[in-house]
T-cell receptor
């Protein structure tokens, strides 16, 4: 199956700093990528939908100025958590949809990036 | 959005079949039924999806009720590696996936 890779897999940072997480589709072109956040023992919560070459669409309650999403190419989307605080500590997961697959087909998920803000 | 209802948790013995139920009484005619699973500390993984007919793949089988108001994911022979949270999700076309709470499956050796 198609491969989606995230980097870094884990990161620890100080409060007030910014952290960038990359999501890459390794063997396919992804016109759309989705960013999720997951707190311990909870389900995945969709944060935003990222379309190549256009602005991301954020879910209600997600601060677009705090969670900057860039989808500059068909294989790379980035999520930047700006001025991170301890409450932003979470497991961030990206997902990609291929441009060539049937629209009702599977989505491919990255391994996730665990962010810990001290 | 049409919602799904799943048991919070289930247990099964290793090497036995597992039937994971999902209720979706408000499903619309164009909703596909998707199943994903999430192993500990990993991103979700696609399992199977279907519309009306039962579906089989190398991972599992999906049995869909005739009225489509419920479905069952069948793992034919559970292994310890199948221990995960299983999510049943309704999806229209290529829209985003909205995850519910899922079923935490524990496999007993």
């Amino acid at each position: 199956g198609a491969v989606v890779s995230q980097h870094p897999s884990w990161v620890i940072c100080k409060s007030g700093t910014s952290v960038k997480i990359e999501c890459r589709s390794l063997d396919f072109q992804a016109t759309t990528m989705f960013w999720y956040r997951q707190f311990p023992k909870q389900s995945l919560m969709l944060m935003a939908t990222s379309n190549e070459g256009s602005k991301a669409t954020y879910e209600q309650g997600v601060e677009k100025d705090k969670f900057l999403i860039n989808h500059a190419s068909l294989t790379l989307s980035t999520l930047t958590v700006t001025s991170a605080h301890p409450e932003d500590s979470s497991f961030y997961i990206c997902s990609a949809r291929t441009s060539g697959r049937a629209p009702t087909g599977e989505l491919f998920f990255g391994e996730g990036s665990r962010l810990t803000v001290l | 959005d049409a919602k799904t209802t799943q048991p919070n948790s289930m247990e099964s013995n290793e090497e036995e079949p597992v039937h994971l139920p999902c209720n979706h009484s408000t499903i619309s005619g164009t909703d596909y039924i998707h199943w994903y699973r999430q192993l500990p500390s990993q991103g979700p993984e696609y399992v199977i999806h279907g519309l009306t007919s039962n579906v089989n793949n190398r991972m599992a089988s999906l049995a869909i009720a005739e009225d489509r108001k419920s479905s069952t994911l069948i793992l034919h022979r559970a292994t310890l590696r199948d221990a995960a949270v299983y999510y049943c999700i309704l999806r229209f076309g290529n829209e985003k996936l909205t995850f519910g709470t899922g079923t935490r499956l524990t496999i007993i050796p």
